[in-house]
């Protein structure tokens, strides 16, 4: 982290330069007689595809465009969306009736019925990782009216409605006559319709007048969703140093993700850019290629869990202990699914150890693939710490870095990597993230214990006993290393002055803000 002080000012002009190249496209909105965010992110988006990738700048994107049956509020509790109310649930667990809300209009002006819904969780459960995992689940999915749908499950099947919530690989609700693989139109009903693309320049969403909101006062991404800005424009600035710049020059109303040493700089400048902080944003992991490699063997993902230590990777990542915590339980203490199971074997670094598992499971020098991108600068600061380790203990580590959206294709091929780093918001529910838990993301772990384990937890519709059951789903995580838990994370991100009533959330969202004038 000290070198992007280092390099700081020298990177300031040719970072505007960038800038510059980055926002080339716009016309100013005041020109247009339009208010409009432009919004700095980490990348451009692989795809529009809201259901296609748990990847999260999709989701910050389309978010807007598509909505879900139900999602969470401020206090993660599930409340509706596109629902009219929470579903009817069988006694047994397993039918869920869902009745829709009327007059609920689609981007191409007709209103949302049962059809577009079954219509587009079947799509969901066909091209998402989220949506093929629940798939297994579903016995039948059909309308039973003009705003009625039925899901009956083969087994009661707690996280369906967290499922359903989720913003990343969104179960998007879309016009049934839209849907093709790929996409080829973007048709929901979100406060915001898609507008253009033009790929390293923008995505540009636009108000859609005839949005359906609900009644409810507004609550997390719950409640009501008021379109108060004309346009939003997603631009992608790979450089964290760039977006930083953007900020404080007063390019963007949004800059997200920016690297931790800015803070102080941001600090300082409070009259053109407000630092946010979002505590408890997530965790970085680490996926391992259970399918193919060097990883392929269980003793050998033991061997790698033994020689990493996550604290030193934390620092390197973020710097600022404001910014991380240290810890192997996989849910913070005080909530539902807190457990110390298998931590015992987190943050080891212990290359001698190391060296001898993996000599004992028969390691002979491979190349250990390390796929990372510097979008997310604390995934590549990381990912050099790692290397470090393993070479220590005696793996032949090779780092590929590559362009998020390229990593983003290269973890599908198991033949192209070894581990990859990544990371996921905190959630509330641990069937949503990682993907890992569900079946077929790239890792592919599958194994007798892990099904075991996660059936115990998903089939117990009491709340109560479920934190125990995830317990035990932590401890076949440990046994088994499909992934990692490297600890948990705050972010830093900023906004302009001008921004109003933007509230900091893992997956950030612009309806209900509005510009200063």
Request: aromatic share 10%; glycine share 8%.
């Amino acid at each position: 982290m000290k070198r992007g002080l280092s390099m700081h000012r020298r990177t300031a002009l040719s970072s505007l330069l960038a800038l510059g190249a980055a926002g080339a496209g716009f016309v100013p909105a005041h020109a247009q007689g339009k208010s409009a965010l432009n919004l700095a992110m980490v990348a451009e988006p692989p795809t529009l595809d809201i259901q296609s990738t748990p990847a999260d700048l999709v989701c910050i994107i389309m978010q807007h465009v598509y909505e879900p049956l139900f999602t969470f509020d401020a206090k993660a509790a599930l409340v509706p969306m596109l629902a009219e109310s929470m579903p009817k649930i069988s006694a047994d667990g397993k039918l869920y009736s869902i009745t829709l809300r009327s007059g609920v209009k689609l981007h191409n002006g007709r209103d949302l019925n049962a059809e577009d819904v079954v219509a587009s969780l079947k799509r969901w459960m066909e091209v998402s990782p989220r949506g093929k995992s629940v798939a297994g689940q579903v016995a039948d999915l059909s309308a039973k009216g003009p705003l009625a749908v039925d899901i009956s499950m083969k087994n009661a099947y707690a996280p369906l409605l967290s499922q359903l919530a989720m913003a990343s690989g969104m179960a998007g609700i879309m016009a049934k006559e839209s849907i093709a693989q790929p996409l080829r139109e973007y048709v929901g009903t979100g406060p915001y319709k898609f507008t253009e693309r033009k790929p390293d320049q923008y995505v540009l969403l636009t108000r859609f007048d005839n949005y359906s909101a609900r009644k409810e006062p507004a609550s997390g991404y719950g409640g009501k969703r008021v379109a108060v800005v004309d346009e939003l424009r997603f631009v992608p600035v790979p450089n964290a140093n760039t977006r930083v710049e953007g900020a404080l020059a007063g390019q963007f109303h949004y800059a997200d993700l920016l690297p931790i040493e800015a803070l102080s700089r941001l600090e300082k400048a409070k009259d053109k850019v407000v630092p946010l902080m979002t505590q408890s944003f997530g965790f970085p992991y680490l996926v391992l290629n259970t399918k193919e490699g060097s990883m392929m063997n269980v003793a050998m993902r033991k061997a790698f869990q033994t020689a990493i230590g996550e604290g030193e990777m934390l620092a390197a990542g973020f710097g600022d202990t404001r910014f991380f915590i240290a810890e192997g339980n996989h849910f913070p203490k005080g909530t539902p699914f807190y457990s110390t199971a298998g931590t015992d074997r987190y943050n080891e670094r212990n290359a001698a150890k190391a060296r001898t598992q993996a000599e004992q499971a028969g390691y002979k020098g491979e190349p250990v693939r390390i796929l990372t991108s510097r979008q997310y600068d604390f995934h590549y600061n990381m990912a050099l710490i790692m290397a470090e380790q393993l070479k220590r203990a005696g793996f032949k580590a090779e780092l590929n870095v590559v362009e998020w959206a390229t990593l983003l294709q290269r973890r599908a091929d198991p033949k192209l990597w070894d581990i990859y780093i990544t990371h996921s918001g905190l959630f509330p529910e641990p069937m949503l993230s990682p993907p890992q838990l569900g079946d077929g993301a790239p890792g592919w772990w599958t194994s007798p214990a892990k099904v075991a384990a996660l059936a115990a937890l998903n089939q117990e519709p009491d709340p109560a006993k479920r934190g125990p059951l995830w317990g035990k789903v932590q401890q076949v995580v440990y046994d088994e290393v499909p992934y990692v838990h490297v600890g948990k994370f705050a972010s830093l991100s900023a906004r302009a002055p001008s921004l109003q009533n933007y509230n900091p959330a893992t997956y950030p969202f612009f309806w209900n803000t509005s510009l200063k004038s």
